[in-house]
DNA sequence: CTGGGTGCAAAATCTTTGCAGATCC
DNA sequence: GGATCTGCAAAGATTTTGCACCCAG
């Protein structure tokens, strides 16, 4: 290895390019919710050589600075349920794994967004995120550093 | 007492298949919410000649009988939001769009997951489904059928 | 100068699809 | 017997990565 790669995860100091900034620039000048391909898009007039790679690259960048965030939903398959009653879900941030939660869905929470504006509310999901009692357990009392994975594959 | 299903999508005369079945069969009886890479490994050795592409199409096939669901968060990256702020999303079911919700979280629901079992709650997410006020409009009094995809690309 | 950033292309994932042959009803 | 379904493989779609060169500091 050639040095302290992995210590990108915490802020690590940056150099500044033009791509950079304007990716950040676009993302915070559009309503809707754009797709790395978008973006690539967008900013080929600008930059004709622009690569995707380099917009992944920065989006992980910015992501990891705090300054954009991901959407995780309306996107592909991945994980799947046989719970097909409505349910509300608790995804560890320390080992991935997904669980049900016993918790009867409040449907006046369907009310919250403002239907004077003309929104018209079906349903609603909820994600909570945190610690499972498996990983709390086994973190007790120490500092959480390590990042177990434990995605199903 | 069934409810009504929902007729909206032409529903295909179905055969039964032994792999489908065993699809169903394993979905239901594990508390993870596997992927279909996880299932096709697990049914190898029931079905040596098994194939994705198989496991697949009868994932689409049970999705569309209402007799499992999909997940789609903690997926891969797809939208992004350059909104940082806790916020709520709503995701309009006609033409896919997402947008911002200007409603204050909520932070209270934190206390929805059973602590004592062992969660710890760090925060949340919502998603609101339903039509946004422009497809809302346009629907105004007529039945909607059509599917007017408009995702960013 | 130096090491992060970029473009390019290949690779890695994940999901879909065309086709020939097997299977269920 | 005929419409479905399956396995296989190729094609798509999306995201990641290795590498040589470039450029900001």
């Known amino acids: 290895m050639k040095g302290p790669r992995k210590l990108q995860e915490m802020q690590m100091p940056r150099r500044r ?3 950079r ?13 754009p797709t790395a391909n978008w973006l690539h898009g967008r900013l ?3 930059f004709p050589n622009l690569s995707l790679g380099t917009v992944y690259r920065n989006i992980g960048i910015l992501i990891q600075q705090g ?6 939903f309306g996107s592909t398959f991945d994980h799947l349920d046989a719970n097909v009653n409505p349910h509300y879900h608790f995804i560890c941030e320390r080992c991935d794994s997904i669980m049900d939660l016993d918790v009867p869905p409040d449907q006046s929470l369907n009310a919250l967004p403002d239907t004077s504006l003309g929104f018209k509310v079906s349903r609603h999901e909820i994600e909570f ?15 959480f ?7 199903s594959e």
Chains 1, 2 share one sequence.
Do not use: M, W
């Not at 300054?67 to 995780?72: E, N, V």
């Open 145 to 151: 550093l390590s990042h177990n994975r434990n995605r």
């Open 67 to 72: 300054l954009i965030s991901r959407i995780a």
């Open 17 to 19: 390019s033009r791509q």
């Open 21 to 33: 900034e304007r990716i950040l620039e676009l993302l915070r000048s559009t309503e809707a919710h």
């Open 129 to 143: 995120y945190g610690l499972c009692p498996k990983c709390a357990k086994r973190l007790d009392g120490s500092a």
């Open 44 to 46: 080929r007039k600008e």
